[in-house]
């Protein structure tokens, strides 16, 4: 509901022919479209080539038999994208393919490099050019440099890994190799599973699911895993202190998946108990936003016995090319979308809860739409602490002017979305989710605290938090 | 699951100048778009004269924001459609607009006439020409014929409605009025609405909630409602015995309608209380099949204690395009559009609960998917009675050979799925989906028991129960 | 250049299995799309259904191979469609396919029926509704009528062909026959040619070459030809003074098609040596405006001794979504369409031929044009008789207001189109072109005269002349 | 026939505001579209960025009201391109937008390096990365490179001619210049002209007239001319023997354009006439093959006093999607696109013109098409001299065993193509066709001497003499 994760990448080395990879290569891109609606792509090595196949469009929109068929290999890498550039995002879809003098490389990466533009303006004076606004051009350049004077692919890799800094997930293809990085904080999720002898990585264990492979381990934050045809190795960069993203399980991840050995579900039913523990309230029903909101509820249902309803019906009709009302209709709109279950509701005390508060105009026109049918009270409880800071590692968390709790105390808050009473899950409580101790920390809770995991190393705030130079 | 509703339909009469009527018909639509994806349209009327736009596909896919500014008018219907035949549906989209003696109207309708091939036979023995395979152009001919020598339109219908024989929800739109007509037996839903001093009919009650219209009370059996610049007014038609269509409290609507007065999310949840009081089983969570069996399984958890959780993510960002496995990668197609949560369900005694089960293969994938995941039993549970016979009023079921209840005993069925209890609705309880005491029926429940509402009148049976020729 | 023809049709009967029979039909009417670029259609006999696919724009961007190669039958009927109507037109594509009681019938046509308001007037008293605006509905409605108290479909058709009036040129395709129908007038061409023992109608010989079937010979005025399994036979209706359109010789027709004996190139060649003799000019070069322009051309120099040469460039490229040039722009939009070749042209005095004149500003910047490359005379010579008369038999000729030599005399007109002579083909002399001595007239010229050939018959006024109801 | 022209460039930099340039670049590349049919695209520079529009497809495909609109700048610079590789072209479509470390540069360029693998193999070397295999992508890395250490970005593109090897007309858009440079031998057209006080550079002289803007002179071999907001100036790089390209006169440009001071069409009309003088024959008619070999045909007939008449009719709807016949129907294939004209040719002894011959087979069915139609005899004059090397430059010509003139004398060519004679122009005479006297040379006549221009500073033949690495 305002925050968006930016990509989802997957790959597959085949030792048994590459029949039928690119399919698998759709089937996991299409599980892991929740990380990215805007663009995808997929490439394939192709006989000491690389082709691929990009566009705007979801992975149901993009391929199809004929142009899926026509992508023939043995090792593959997709990409789902979100942006919120205009115009010229069709030049960003990834994965992107690059022809250098060792031959030729595609990228597939999600998340967003700190120190990019310092990275950038460097290879600029060394005369480079960029066609794109994405960081994996940046990182392409650099493995393409290195790779002229490293023995393999994947020690250029790890010399790039040296120098680039922030969160990410990479898959790099060369005609024979099928690497996956992940960035040593672990912030970005990555997996690696099996299928029929095959190696295959993805950003959620979902991804495996959907092609049929099984879980094998997560990729450890700054390894390097090698597929070939001699089988998978792994190269340690150092790491750093692990960080991964909180909101991962907050939001972002597919409720299936299984992120550093926690289960995602799990999280958000813990979320909502701790909500209950935090800001108990008498009421008849407890009802959740859909779809992010409602396994929080389920949590909170548990923790305090209030029965768990159904409070909305979302439309899940709505595609790309949904009409938005028109100013005049916008009171209302957000009935498009959800709609609430006008029996459910009526002449209750409604607990409500959501995952986030971005603006805060979201949540205050369905606290509203639930006065209209007939709750007699809605409190609000969100589970996750409030945004206070920018994301730098590939979310796109609007700047801090607009985010609400930037400026305004709860209670504010409470009375601008029209709630009898709200909370938000205590940021102390992080470590719950990912079942630490008390005191414990493995995560990154920087767009809470602030407290970015590679602050001492530098940001590029240039960079603005977000992965195109554009924004 | 297999079964499908076969129309939506959407109209409104504006007497405030017609500003965004085409819009308000697109939201209209876009909430009825459970009930038909195949194609969909809008007809206005504009200067005497009636524009219609259908095409194949989505509301969101069809419309844009050129092509619906240019449907001007101060009346307007639409209609979302789904259809089994292959490649000549396009001429089958509706509305039907015609031209005939006295001028144009265009018709939209959901449901299927029983006698509609003797009705066609008859009109063609007259000379009658048809394009399409729709029950509409036979409607449409039968009120030009009539309307010839009928003082008005609404007249028309109501000496057609003598003549046909079925389930009915039928919008009529002159250049002039907007009639909505019911089957006598209400087999079909309709409702009427307000927005803002113009009539609104829907087919249920959400698609006044999305076009910000308010309900003013459902459509009779048999009745007639005309709106034109005089405002409302009704007429009757003999009604006959009220027979509701049950299965649209079971798994058509969508459960933020009411139809006929009764919430169809209540009767859901209690079907899901009823499971459990004629099936009672001893497990440690409930699930439900998304979305048709979430809400049986928060009733079965509400009657029983046991705790309900979710089971499964479901894609939804499957469309129409999307690429099926092949035969070989079949054996998991369905962890694409839907994979269990393992976390939840692991070690577990499972209660799954689903809407029908028509064929049992897609069940069976499900209840595979569960063992797979861990689930230590899995007891099904079905919140209507097992399917044994044709419907004739518009609904796409199977050929009975495909029913998987015709030829098989429960226990059977129980052990091909692979469950380890199964459990249907009681079909002598059905009455207490909408509220009724025992030996009291006001539905159709002909799908499980063979009564049909008509059958006294005779039912087409080359007709087949569909509403196509073709099939 | 602002006259349009409405339709070319194409049909084939095939004895020999029918293997390829839909791609001859595409390149039969690709042949004709001069005929009609707006809508194209072709429909098969299928096991005893008819399956047709249609839609708005050109034979080559509405069929590709995939659906080219599921229209499968032993007789396929095909149609292309100019039309001046706007957003309602994809229904209003052929071949029309209607059910009727004794089976389904397809029917493609070329032409306008005169007394169509008065005969669909008829059929709605009779309670006929109509869902396009197109003529062939009207005669399928007719032709269903009778069809089912007359032994045949043939029988059938020649019934009809006594109460219609006009210009047609008419395929009728049952699921075993194949017939062709021309008016008595012969007002609209129609050949027969076989392929390979197969029997097929075009109303151009030219689609016959495209397709590599022989010419047979024309379908003679007021004649039924029937092809079916027993091969091909007439049937004649009473023939009336015979009266073929003019104009598909001036400039509807393929300069390659010969239609009725007479070849379309020879009489344009002809109509340029007549130009000469009644219009002698003292000049340095002659032209013609492409493409139409460009035979007349031919003949003015061969019967005057000065040299013909290419005077214009015409961009080919420009297609249906060609972007026209604003207002600002329009002063030199004709450059982009049409471009002078100035070494060419500049410092001679210029004689340029064009087919017609319609409103005068088309040709006065091409004249203007001419000057600007340095032309120092621009002598007009027109290959047809002034524009005076509306036609009634299916071409898009202006309203009379807007026909410039309604209200000009030619010296009028040729000073607004800044030509230093002009000169019109005599419209006595017309017979020359179809090989006629003096005094005989096999032609309708009533676009020049009034001299309407059904004028005694009644002509439908209300009609407008067009094909169409909305025009 | 056979033989292609790579592209089409075409510039334009406002002083008045910049209003409709876009549509200005969409006139003056449709009426480029010759020279390039699969992709195409325009550049702007908007507010210190450039946007950039390209897509597979014509420009009328390309291009409509909404996205030209939004091309807003006052630079622009557009593209057509030709290219015989398959899928991976949208990769490769112009212009190039490339950002460095000086900001953004874009680029748009028909023509070939023939040192092109040399110098992106250098460029590798340091570390630079390709996604794309046009030559585009090395010239904007060299300019990049040099432009980081020099004053300005036309310094910049003076030191890259003075390393690139071969024939281009390029065009480079930085946010505030455009530049535009010709290569040291003219090879390729590139003129300049005015509009409305705008600078304007186009391939052809028929896009300046397409866009209403006046001719002002050719661009010269090497020179450089840069366009801002203080007008005009000109740097001159040395130039070497001028050699344009001959074959821009005999097929590749318009008839209506001038290059380099000769008009198209009138070298088109000499060839005719060269070749009476050389080849004379007895025949009653002089016809040319459309569109190209039409004017030769002229030239002939005027030298001959043989009359000249229309020999066929050429099909111009045939596009991008047309279906090809399949391998039965190919015999005749030839008569869908191309018709001869029956009664223009039978009985007739014909002189047929066209302007080269490269496989052999097209002719061969034309040939045979003429003598059907019963042309007696068939005298085939071709306006160039026969095809013998590959051309480095950029234009398409395919490899030389596939050339019929290797392999074969004119007399066993005359026999393989079914002619009763056959004369080639005499490459003797080339001369004549751009007006110089005997034993002068001004032009690039390679592909029929192996005469190159550049031979002395090396070709680098790797490259294949294609434009693109994956020929």
Known sequence: MGIHEECGVFGIFSRT???????????????????????????????????CLKDMGLVGEVFNHDNLDKLKGTIAIGHVRYSTTGSSTKDNAQPLVSQYVKGTISIAHNGNLTNCNTLRKELEDNGAIFQTTVDSEVIAYMVAGVRSVSPSIEDAVRSVMEKIEGGYALLVMSPRKLIAARDPYGLKPL????????????????????????FIRDVEPGEIVIADDDGVHSVMTPARKRAGCIFEYIYFARPDSIIDGVSVYESRIKAGKLLYEQHPVDADIVIGVPESGLDAALGFSQASGIPYVKGFVKNNYIGRTFIKPSQEQRQDSVRIKL????????????VMTDDSIVRGTTIANIVRMLRQAGALEVHVRISSPPFLYPCYYGTDVPSREKLIAVKHTIPQICQMIGADSLGYLDVNSLHELTGLKEGQKNFCDACFTGDYPNAEYGIDLLNGGGEDLEK
């Open 17 to 51: 022919g590459g029949n039928g990879i690119s399919q698998s290569c759709y089937y996991g891109l299409f599980a892991l479209q929740h990380r990215g609606q805007e663009s995808c792509g997929i490439a394939v090595n192709d006989d000491g080539k690389i082709t």
């Open 191 to 214: 997996v690696m599973g099996e299928l029929n002898g095959d190696t295959v990585f993805a950003s959620e264990t979902c991804a495996l699911s959907a092609c049929g492979a099984s």
């Open 339 to 350: 709609n609430p279950i006008e029996s459910a509701v009526k002449g209750k005390r409604v």
